[in-house]
């Protein structure tokens, strides 16, 4: 065998084994470390991605959460059922509001209907401290947030919005719903609220300001 070939072979190892432990540490950091979690306001709302059971069981210890709040996938997943029988074995409450496009054409809830039922659910004192996610824990998760921002902080559709493309940025889907839609939702829901309560379109509430 040539010095080459060896080289060649040695080098074609020192690759495998990287790409072997790059694999292994992302798995094992799958189990380990939360995903994409991030405090929305420390000590009541956190949001992040669908978490494997240590993650979970992690962010329910060391933030007290009381409620989780799972905006991803069908009532009969397998992931649905993984997540609610964790919830229960932890003591929380686990809330499930699937956010999808297709919502209300079967006369179901529309997307409109489960982005405020999820705001909602996030601003009740009674489930905080609530962690809320998606499965990616960006585009829905994101969706909730502004809609909890606008309809229970006062907050603008411009603020809420910048506050997600700082932290989490802004990202564009050919299917599925994106943070696109959010401007309707803001025509739809939240300014008719506001003129209800009295209020404008620049109102701040509940002692929260927008950065």
């Known amino acids: 065998m040539t010095r080459r070939h060896t080289w060649l072979r040695r080098s074609l190892l020192v690759g495998l084994l990287a790409l072997g432990g790059q694999q292994l540490w992302r798995h094992g950091h799958d189990y380990v470390f939360p995903e994409q979690f991030a405090a929305v306001e420390p000590g009541a709302v956190y949001r992040?991605?669908?978490?494997?059971?240590?993650?979970?069981?992690?962010?329910?210890?060391?933030?007290?959460?009381?409620?989780?709040?799972?905006?991803?996938?069908?009532?009969?997943?397998?992931?649905?059922?993984?997540?609610?029988?964790?919830?229960?074995?932890?003591?929380?409450?686990?809330?499930?509001?699937?956010?999808?496009?297709?919502?209300?054409?079967?006369?179901?809830?529309?997307?409109?209907?489960?982005?405020?039922?999820?705001?909602?659910?996030?601003?009740?004192?009674?489930?905080?401290?609530?962690?809320?996610?998606?499965?990616?824990?960006?585009?829905?998760?994101?969706?909730?947030?502004i809609a909890y921002r606008t309809l229970h902080c006062g907050w603008t559709l411009e603020q809420a919005t910048a506050e997600v493309a700082r932290t989490f940025g802004l990202k564009r889907v050919d299917r599925g719903p994106d943070y696109r839609f959010m401007e309707q939702f803001y025509e739809e829901r939240v300014l008719p609220r506001r003129r209800e309560q009295g209020g404008d379109g620049h109102r701040r509430s509940n002692g929260k300001e927008a950065a």
């Open 48 to 145: 992040g991605a669908w978490q494997q059971d240590w993650p979970m069981r992690r962010i329910i210890d060391e933030h007290g959460i009381r409620t989780i709040v799972a905006l991803a996938h069908p009532p009969d997943s397998p992931m649905v059922a993984a997540e609610k029988a964790l919830a229960a074995e932890s003591g929380c409450r686990w809330v499930h509001i699937p956010i999808a496009d297709f919502r209300g054409h079967d006369g179901g809830p529309t997307l409109s209907d489960q982005l405020e039922k999820a705001a909602d659910a996030l601003a009740d004192p009674a489930n905080q401290p609530v962690f809320f996610h998606c499965h990616h824990g960006i585009n829905r998760t994101s969706m909730a947030q």
